[in-house]
């Protein structure tokens, strides 16, 4: 009984203690952050891991794992913590031997409160060119391309691909403009926001007169059904909201699968991701 009642006098000058060191509230802020985005373009793998390895796993998103060939990371925009950031990608495999393989390993530095996008391209097979890497974007979005508008830009991000036009049409059959949207973009390079009328839009790639992409269209509750032969491949993954004024988009055009013949992936294509949601009322 008195080792008992020692032990309790024992705890309760350990609680007054600890309260004594109690001077205030926990501060429980992450700080600034930036955020990041990551598009998978290399053509002559399957799924990547894209991760940040610098040691600060509770300010690196961990949902950029088996990302698919022409596909946004899980999550779109994800934030993290600013600063220089040092980044891997592997091979997404069961075999240990093979997902432990580093095939990128590089860094950039961020800054707080800027939105980016990390573009994945070139190759990792022996003997192409160029090899992988990452080409980042800062994503300066317009705050909002105003009343019955959305705004739109084209990456060009099919590795192999001579410099494209790119123009924003209704429906497949669309003669085109005398001029393109987006006029002579070269590889990796980024157009400028143009503001278009909400609508059932598409896109239609060309280079100089030869069709890179015939067509890709979407209404506002999802993919609208198109052939899905030759160049003519529509792209299955716009979200809704294009003929909803004040979204802001981005279209990458994204190349055909550097090996083997799956029809998904025999050609070009364009993933248009969502830069800013449409602004609540």
Known sequence: MRLLRHSLALL?????????????????SIGSRAFVRYVNAVPDTAALDFRFVDGQIQ????????????????????????????????????????ASRIILDTTF?????????????????????PRNFIRVYEDARPENPGGGN??????????????????IVDAAATTLPATPTAANVP???????????????????????TPVIASTTANANGPVAGTTTGVN?????????VNVGGAVYTAWVLPAVG???????????VLWTLDRRIPRP
């Open 233 to 241: 491949q529509p792209s299955t993954d716009l979200p809704p909201g």
């Open 12 to 28: 309760g000058l350990v609680a007054v203690a600890a309260c004594d060191r109690d001077n205030g509230p926990t501060d429980t």
């Open 59 to 98: 300010d690196s998103p961990q949902t950029f794992t088996g990302t698919a060939f022409r596909s946004l990371g899980l999550g779109g925009y994800r934030d993290i913590a600013p600063g220089s950031r040092r980044m891997r990608a592997f091979v997404n495999d069961t075999n240990i031997t093979v």
């Open 259 to 269: 090996f083997g013949t799956g029809a998904a992936t025999s050609t070009p294509t």
């Open 187 to 209: 590889f990796l390079a980024a157009s400028g926001w143009v503001t278009t009328p909400a609508r059932a839009l598409g896109l239609r790639v060309q280079a100089g007169a």
């Open 150 to 167: 959305v705004a739109v830009r084209v990456v060009h991000a099919a590795v192999g691909a001579p410099n494209v036009d790119a123009y």
């Open 109 to 129: 530095t961020f800054e707080a409160g800027k939105y980016y996008s990390i573009l994945h391209t070139g190759f990792v097979r022996s003997g192409a060119s």
